[in-house]
């Protein structure tokens, strides 16, 4: 087996191969660009090399570079990951000439599914099921627009050299023909620098089944089953799963002998996935599932952990072992699926707005219980840490999860609950999208296709699972959580007496959605809170467990983690969802405490600043009457109503417990 090996990627995948790596004994060179410096992978690899600038153009992409890096450190072999350099066969061709073993299949192999139409001529003449289409030489505007009619719309025209749903459009007559192409032979020259395309029937209510080969350097190639990717955006996938619903154990036979037929018509060696797209007539009749060869991808896939989820194997191995020259571990009749897998990919997004990518500072990244790079039941490969900034330059996707269940209504549960329990701040993301698409009828019921999210539009965008009164209870007991520990530390407390005389009330000023809200506390003699939000009124209760808390007020019991943020962000997460609330200000009522008695109380523990009036002083309603210093921000206690100083208790400079009487004022 090799000694060392380069990986020449970053993010999840980097640090994915670098864990199996490790596992088997081989040391790891990283690569990385300036943005790179800090990243986890080139913590998680026990060597790194700086590649360069933040383009990938600068860095990941310059395979000269980085073949000088693996000669420098002394890998035996580069594994390219997936993107990148990964289905560049002069790569593949530049590691051979370097005397470095290209972890993926040959240039030849490579070069002959790069093309979307040539792959197409070869699959035909192999015997692989193409959907009817065109896809010869000819690009002239004519005799495409005759082929398109002669296919029968709709029809998809698609870059030929294309990749990742670009230049993809689909086309319901022949009057909207010419424009469609025009369009995208515009972007396919403007992404591919090749502007071919080829036209295909576009298929109606269709599903994306991938199947996952592999092939060895000994002749042999095998089928590792199936993957349903069929819940997509924009033409590219969400959520994976494995086996796919429905597919009937001799249609899961054909697939897979139409995907070895692929791979062995071009010499495959190492793992590949057979993109196939399926027509069916009606969800509920899987018999009437018809596949057709859409493409392949020569190399590992992002979603290949729902395939070792099923298989119990580990593919980065595998790979490692195909390209050390060992046969296969194992012939097809050995391979088995075992229970459910979905994945999930969550990516740093804001699905309400078109998905557009979003970057930022990781404040908060807490994952649910899980294995890492390893099948589990609950698994996160993720190549971020809490802390780290997701900058503008790379892929959108933070991190995968999977889940593994023994049926597909187990993993849908873990899946659920997992992503409850993941809770990211500081950067948009789509988490709580993705617990609304695995919600949705559509994906509950298995009534998959492409359109899915389409279809199911209204359940999955603008969502609240958590209505503003409840939000902001869990907001003001955080508060109050937040002030019992600063209290609790505080050898000034006075905590238990200062009620005993009155009722004091404490107005916190929210904003949701932009509307300005508040909420009112009440302090009852009994030591009793009483919390009022809109109309809902009632007696608030709560409990610390570590970073959870149990709330339970107006008949609601929830349990919360609430996160706020230095711009007064409170990001609040409930197993029914997660939402914002913005904390206005959240001492600009601190000295609105109305007391019968006409005494002021602090807000909260803290320090008293400076008194900005004396006693005798004659006083409105809302003047500064003084200043105190709480959770590092300054604060100023107004007088509840017009009158006059009467005493003040306490000098500059004390620290006072929350609720401490600080003056007294005649009303
Ligand atoms: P790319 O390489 O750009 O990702 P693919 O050829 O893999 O393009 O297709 C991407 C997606 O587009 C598929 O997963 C499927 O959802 C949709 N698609 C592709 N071909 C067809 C077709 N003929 N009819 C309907 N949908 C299609």
Redesign the pocket.
């Known amino acids: 087996m090799f000694k060392k090996i380069l990986i020449a990627n970053r993010g999840e995948i980097a640090c994915r191969v670098a864990a199996t790596a490790r596992r088997m004994g081989i040391k790891t060179v990283a690569v990385y660009s300036d943005a790179d410096a800090q990243a986890k992978h080139v913590q998680l690899c026990d060597e790194a090399v700086h590649i360069g600038g933040n383009a990938p153009q600068d860095s990941y992409l310059r395979w000269e570079r980085i073949l000088q890096a693996a000669q420098d450190t002394g890998a035996q072999a580069v594994h390219p990951g997936y993107g990148f350099l990964s289905e560049n066969e002069d790569f593949a061709s530049a590691c051979a000439q370097a005397g470095l073993v290209f972890i993926g299949p040959s240039p030849a192999s490579i070069r002959a599914m790069g093309l ?1 139409a040539q792959s197409k001529r070869l699959m035909e003449a192999a015997g692989v099921p193409l ?1 009817p ?1 065109y896809h010869g030489t000819a690009q002239d505007a004519d005799v495409l627009q005759s082929e398109a009619d002669r296919i029968g719309y709709p029809v ?1 025209i ?1 870059a030929s050299a ?7 459009r689909v086309v319901e007559d022949a009057a909207s023909f010419a424009q469609a192409l025009a369009s995208c032979q515009r972007e396919a020259i403007h992404s591919f620098g090749d502007d071919a395309v080829l036209i ?4 109606q209510r ?1 599903r ?1 089944i991938e199947i996952q080969i592999f092939g060895d350097t000994h002749g042999h190639c095998v089928y590792l089953f199936e993957r349903d ?2 819940v ?1 955006r924009r ?1 590219q996938k969400v959520l994976e799963e494995a086996p796919a619903p429905g597919l009937s154990p001799a249609l899961r036979e054909r697939m897979g002998a139409a995907a070895v037929a692929a791979a062995k018509a071009v010499n495959y060696v190492g793992a590949g996935t057979v ?1 196939f ?1 399926v027509s069916q007539t009606d969800y509920d009749q899987p018999e009437s599932m018809t596949f ?1 060869f ?2 392949m991808n020569t190399r590992l896939q992002v979603e290949h952990p729902v395939t070792e989820a099923i298989t119990g194997l580990d593919l980065v191995e595998w790979q490692l072992r195909v390209a050390n020259g060992e046969p296969l571990p194992c012939q097809q009749a050995d391979l088995r699926i075992q229970g459910h897998a979905i994945e999930a990919r969550i990516c740093a997004e804001n699905p309400d707005h078109q998905f557009l990518p979003a970057t930022g500072h990781l404040q908060v990244y807490r994952k649910p219980v899980c294995q890492s790079f390893e099948v589990g039941a609950v698994r996160m490969d993720d190549g971020v840490r809490e802390g780290d900034t997701i900058s503008p330059f790379y892929d959108s996707m933070l991190a995968k999860l999977i889940v593994h269940g023994e049926t597909r209504a187990q993993a849908l549960a873990k899946l659920d609950e997992a992503l409850a329990q993941t809770h990211i701040v500081g950067v948009s993301n789509n988490v709580q999208f993705l617990r609304h698409v695995v919600a949705s009828p559509s994906f509950a019921q298995a009534r998959l296709d ?1 359109a899915l999210i389409q279809r199911e539009e209204k359940a999955l965008f603008h969502q609240e699972p958590v209505g503003f009164p409840l939000a902001a209870a869990c907001v003001v007991a955080h508060m109050l959580a937040q002030e019992q520990r600063l209290q609790n530390d505080d050898p000034w407390s006075r905590r238990d007496g200062w009620r005993a005389f009155g009722v004091a009330t404490r107005t916190f000023d929210l904003a949701f959605h932009d509307q300005q809200h508040t909420a009112n506390l009440t302090y009852a003699h009994d030591g009793a809170l009483h919390l009022q939000v809109e109309q809902i009124a009632g007696e608030l209760r709560w409990q610390q467990q570590a970073d959870t808390l149990r709330i339970e007020w107006a008949g609601h019991r929830v349990s919360a983690q609430v996160f706020v943020q230095d711009n007064g962000e409170a990001h609040v997460f409930t197993p029914q969802g997660a939402t914002r609330v913005k904390w206005v200000d959240a001492l600009a009522h601190a000295g609105e405490v109305q007391e019968a008695g006409g005494r002021l109380s602090a807000p909260m523990p803290g320090k008293v600043v400076s008194f900005l009036v004396n006693t005798g002083d004659k006083v409105k309603a809302g003047q500064a009457l003084a200043v105190m210093e709480a959770m590092k921000m300054e604060h100023t206690i107004a007088a509840p109503v017009d009158g006059e100083v009467i005493e003040l208790l306490y000098a500059p400079g004390d620290q006072v417990a929350e609720g401490a009487e600080l003056l007294k004022l005649k009303p």
Do not use: D, R
């Open positions: 979307k959907v289409g998809l698609k294309g990749g990742g749903g670009k230049g993809m295909e029937k576009y298929v269709p994306h990717c069929s997509q033409h993109e797209i057709f859409m493409e492409t």
